[in-house]
């Protein structure tokens, strides 16, 4: 379990998208609302499936999926025009404030399928001063624009198959502590600093420390340690500046790091913000396929921290969270949906499944699932998500199954919370409670790309509102 | 009788004066009878507002309307009663909060303070506070004889009574 201060905050402030369905050349800057409307087909869900298909890359890296683009049936089925030879680009920006400062980080990774076969051809981390960079097999860290490392990853494969033969050999030529070079070669695999082997090395290490309490700064600190260690001293050490141009046959490294001298870099808010993008995908929580009838099924009694992109193991997730009892929002979000005396519990069943009630009050008879309102499972569900922290929560159509005033009280507790909300809407009664500045309006331009447009005077157009005396909802479908 | 209706800034608003309503009914300050129904803005400076204004006047005789004022009680006060249309039937009583509702509390629990009201929340509760507690927090307010009587001084509850019982 990985706790956060309560400084601690990520927050999303922008997405770029090349060639992901409709989103030929798309770019959102996000604020702390933001709320999708238009047309059907005007490419609406193709954001939130951007969103997704970012996920599923990053599941593909963890090594919890093979194929990113399964769900489409096709990469033809996900990229712009169904040109295969086209790749796909996805890059957020986001800040990462950790109480003392706050930095702009930003991610980006272009990937193909053509021919059925998914590849990363190019990813990128980078922040102020500091790159990390993988393109089509070659590692490269930048220092204020300048190479300070780099490396291919056919030679890492190469040095990893003839590892025995280093041990053995390199000692005798460098005179080297064989201990020292043993941990190194052992730890190859860090060798590779590209950004998604990172993402993918941390959720391989998070997975196997579920059960141990740690913090992010102490993640943080061990991931900057790791790659500055890296840079700065590992391959200076084994391998003298003399030695890097030996032939590949009796050398089988070409691994380089160009700096000699302190590189100043601020390491601690590179670890922190680079582990925060791991963060930011890791906990986004995007509720797009909701089946809420199958919420109500009794579920697995099983440990999981994080919603699923079906939502199926939203009891699961709220028995982790809650360690058994409901949380303190999320009751008090249903004795504001209902009334005072609402309880809900979740209850066991003898096969070791769990299953919620619903009571009107304790001395009501409870409702068993089936009978429960399905808008209630919503609720649960999007409160559960402010309830994990989730920096980045993406709800697709947010009204069904909500009334109005439900609307609202998710809407304040999203105003009150450390969470982007981007959610998309069809209805009138949402778009008029909010503000025009958190309105974007997507449309199909004459080349049928996405394309959208975000009020820019507000004043003006909260004045002109006031002087027609009409809604936005009124307005913009007016305009449509 | 009279029937009330009370417009807050959100929905933690609308759970607040729910249970300090009830509280006064229970109490004897309020006539149990008097029907009072609270509901949250829709909208800041939304149009939308002005035209339940208009729907409101046929059923209402009073409309108490309860906003943050964030240190500008004139500038709250004008830019809300942008939204009540002209010879308006009834009566309207704006009860503005100096900055934040959880200044009734912290007022209540007699606790000093600096800054935004809701960032000293968790003096009172020891932790981390969230809005959505504040339901609970005004319930235990109510419950403690001395808060609630301190409550009951400080005086936009005053102006609350006064609005709901006049």
Same mark, same amino acid.
């Given at each position: 379990m990985i706790s956060a201060d309560d400084s601690f905050k990520i927050k999303l402030t922008k997405i770029y998208i090349e060639n992901f369905k409709s989103l030929h050349n798309f770019e959102l800057n996000l604020s702390k609302i933001n709320v999708l409307v238009g047309p059907n087909g005007s490419g609406k869900t193709n954001v939130v499936e951007s969103f997704i298909f970012l996920k599923e890359i990053f599941n593909y890296v963890s090594g919890k999926t093979v194929n990113p683009f399964f769900d489409w049936w096709g990469y033809d089925n996900i990229v712009w025009n169904n040109d295969e030879n086209l790749p796909i680009k996805i890059g957020i920006e986001y800040e990462v404030d950790n109480g003392d400062k706050k930095e702009i980080a930003c991610y980006e990774i272009t990937v193909t399928g053509k021919g059925g076969r998914f590849q990363?051809?190019?990813?990128?981390?980078?922040?102020?001063?500091?790159?990390?960079?993988?393109?089509?097999?070659?590692?490269?860290?930048?220092?204020?624009?300048?190479?300070?490392?780099?490396?291919?990853?056919?030679?890492?494969?190469?040095?990893?198959?003839?590892?025995?033969?280093?041990?053995?050999?390199?000692?005798?030529?460098?005179?080297?502590?064989?201990?020292?070079?043993?941990?190194?070669?052992?730890?190859?695999?860090?060798?590779?600093?590209?950004?998604?082997?990172?993402?993918?090395?941390?959720?391989?290490?998070?997975?196997?420390?579920?059960?141990v309490n740690t913090s992010i700064d102490h993640i943080s600190n061990e991931l900057a340690n790791e790659i500055k260690y890296i840079i700065h001293k590992k391959l200076d050490n084994i391998i003298p500046a003399n030695m890097i141009d030996l032939d590949e046959d009796t050398f089988p490294l070409k691994m380089r790091s160009r700096y000699d001298v302190e590189i100043p870099i601020d390491w601690k808010s590179f670890g922190m913000s680079l582990f925060s993008f791991y963060y930011l995908i890791d906990k986004m929580i995007i509720l797009k396929r909701m089946n809420l009838?199958?919420?109500?099924?009794?579920?697995?009694?099983?440990?999981?921290?994080?919603?699923?992109?079906?939502?199926?193991?939203?009891?699961?997730?709220?028995?982790?969270?809650?360690?058994?009892?409901?949380?303190?929002?999320?009751?008090?979000?249903?004795?504001?949906?209902?009334?005072?005396?609402?309880?809900?519990? &979740?209850?066991?069943?003898?096969?070791?499944?769990?299953? &919620?009630?619903?009571?009107?009050?304790?001395?009501?008879?409870?409702?068993?699932?089936?009978?429960?309102?399905?808008?209630?499972?919503?609720?649960?569900?999007?409160?559960?998500?402010?309830?994990?922290?989730?920096?980045?929560?993406?709800?697709?159509?947010?009204?069904?199954?909500?009334?109005?005033?439900?609307?609202?009280?998710?809407?304040?507790?999203?105003?009150?919370?450390?969470?982007?909300?981007?959610?998309?809407?069809?209805?009138?009664?949402?778009?008029?409670?909010?503000?025009?500045?958190?309105?974007?309006?997507?449309?199909?331009?004459?080349?049928?790309?996405?394309?959208?447009?975000?009020?820019?005077?507000?004043?003006?157009?909260?004045?002109?509102?006031?002087?027609?005396?009409?809604?936005?909802?009124e307005y913009i479908y007016t305009k449509e | 009788m009279e029937d009330i209706k009370i417009y807050t800034e959100d929905s933690y608003g609308v759970s607040f004066f729910k249970i300090i309503v009830t509280e006064l009914k229970n109490d004897g300050d309020l006539n149990k009878s008097k029907r009072c129904e609270i509901k949250r803005i829709p909208g800041k400076c939304s149009s939308k507002f002005t035209r339940i204004m208009k729907l409101e006047v046929i059923e209402y005789e009073k409309i108490i309307i309860n906003v943050d004022a964030d240190g500008d009680i004139k500038k709250t006060y004008e830019e809300e009663k942008k939204h009540i249309p002209k010879n308006f039937g009834c009566k309207v009583i704006y009860i503005l909060n100096e900055n934040e509702i959880e200044e009734w509390i912290l007022y209540a629990k007699n606790i000093d303070y600096e800054g935004k009201p809701s960032e000293n929340m968790s003096k009172v509760i020891g932790r981390k506070y969230e809005k959505n507690m504040l339901p609970k927090i005004i319930e235990n307010v109510l419950k403690t004889h001395n808060e609630k009587n301190r409550l009951k001084t400080y005086k936009k509850f005053e102006e609350l009574l006064d609005a709901l019982s006049s």
């Amino acid at each position: 379990m990985i706790s956060a201060d309560d400084s601690f905050k990520i927050k999303l402030t922008k997405i770029y998208i090349e060639n992901f369905k409709s989103l030929h050349n798309f770019e959102l800057n996000l604020s702390k609302i933001n709320v999708l409307v238009g047309p059907n087909g005007s490419g609406k869900t193709n954001v939130v499936e951007s969103f997704i298909f970012l996920k599923e890359i990053f599941n593909y890296v963890s090594g919890k999926t093979v194929n990113p683009f399964f769900d489409w049936w096709g990469y033809d089925n996900i990229v712009w025009n169904n040109d295969e030879n086209l790749p796909i680009k996805i890059g957020i920006e986001y800040e990462v404030d950790n109480g003392d400062k706050k930095e702009i980080a930003c991610y980006e990774i272009t990937v193909t399928g053509k021919g059925g076969r998914f590849q990363i051809i190019k990813d990128i981390f980078k922040m102020k001063l500091i790159r990390l960079e993988s393109i089509q097999g070659e590692i490269y860290v930048y220092f204020d624009d300048h190479v300070i490392y780099s490396m291919k990853i056919s030679t890492l494969a190469r040095f990893k198959r003839v590892k025995n033969r280093v041990i053995r050999i390199l000692p005798k030529i460098i005179e080297i502590d064989e201990n020292v070079l043993y941990r190194v070669l052992e730890e190859d695999n860090i060798l590779d600093v590209s950004p998604n082997h990172i993402i993918g090395l941390l959720s391989y290490y998070l997975k196997n420390i579920e059960n141990v309490n740690t913090s992010i700064d102490h993640i943080s600190n061990e991931l900057a340690n790791e790659i500055k260690y890296i840079i700065h001293k590992k391959l200076d050490n084994i391998i003298p500046a003399n030695m890097i141009d030996l032939d590949e046959d009796t050398f089988p490294l070409k691994m380089r790091s160009r700096y000699d001298v302190e590189i100043p870099i601020d390491w601690k808010s590179f670890g922190m913000s680079l582990f925060s993008f791991y963060y930011l995908i890791d906990k986004m929580i995007i509720l797009k396929r909701m089946n809420l009838e199958n919420i109500k099924n009794p579920s697995r009694l099983e440990r999981a921290e994080t919603i699923n992109l079906d939502s199926s193991n939203v009891l699961s997730v709220l028995f982790t969270i809650g360690k058994g009892t409901i949380p303190e929002r999320i009751q008090n979000a249903v004795i504001y949906a209902f009334k005072k005396e609402s309880i809900i519990q &979740l209850v066991p069943t003898t096969d070791g499944r769990i299953y &919620l009630e619903f009571k009107e009050s304790i001395s009501k008879k409870p409702f068993k699932p089936p009978s429960i309102p399905t808008g209630l499972f919503k609720l649960i569900s999007i409160e559960l998500s402010l309830c994990i922290a989730s920096p980045l929560i993406i709800i697709d159509e947010i009204e069904n199954s909500l009334h109005a005033q439900l609307i609202a009280y998710i809407l304040d507790e999203f105003r009150n919370s450390n969470s982007i909300g981007l959610f998309t809407t069809h209805s009138p009664a949402l778009i008029d409670i909010i503000d025009p500045s958190e309105i974007i309006i997507l449309y199909k331009n004459i080349e049928g790309e996405t394309d959208k447009q975000r009020y820019k005077d507000i004043e003006k157009i909260k004045n002109e509102l006031n002087k027609l005396g009409i809604t936005l909802s009124e307005y913009i479908y007016t305009k449509e | 009788m009279e029937d009330i209706k009370i417009y807050t800034e959100d929905s933690y608003g609308v759970s607040f004066f729910k249970i300090i309503v009830t509280e006064l009914k229970n109490d004897g300050d309020l006539n149990k009878s008097k029907r009072c129904e609270i509901k949250r803005i829709p909208g800041k400076c939304s149009s939308k507002f002005t035209r339940i204004m208009k729907l409101e006047v046929i059923e209402y005789e009073k409309i108490i309307i309860n906003v943050d004022a964030d240190g500008d009680i004139k500038k709250t006060y004008e830019e809300e009663k942008k939204h009540i249309p002209k010879n308006f039937g009834c009566k309207v009583i704006y009860i503005l909060n100096e900055n934040e509702i959880e200044e009734w509390i912290l007022y209540a629990k007699n606790i000093d303070y600096e800054g935004k009201p809701s960032e000293n929340m968790s003096k009172v509760i020891g932790r981390k506070y969230e809005k959505n507690m504040l339901p609970k927090i005004i319930e235990n307010v109510l419950k403690t004889h001395n808060e609630k009587n301190r409550l009951k001084t400080y005086k936009k509850f005053e102006e609350l009574l006064d609005a709901l019982s006049s």
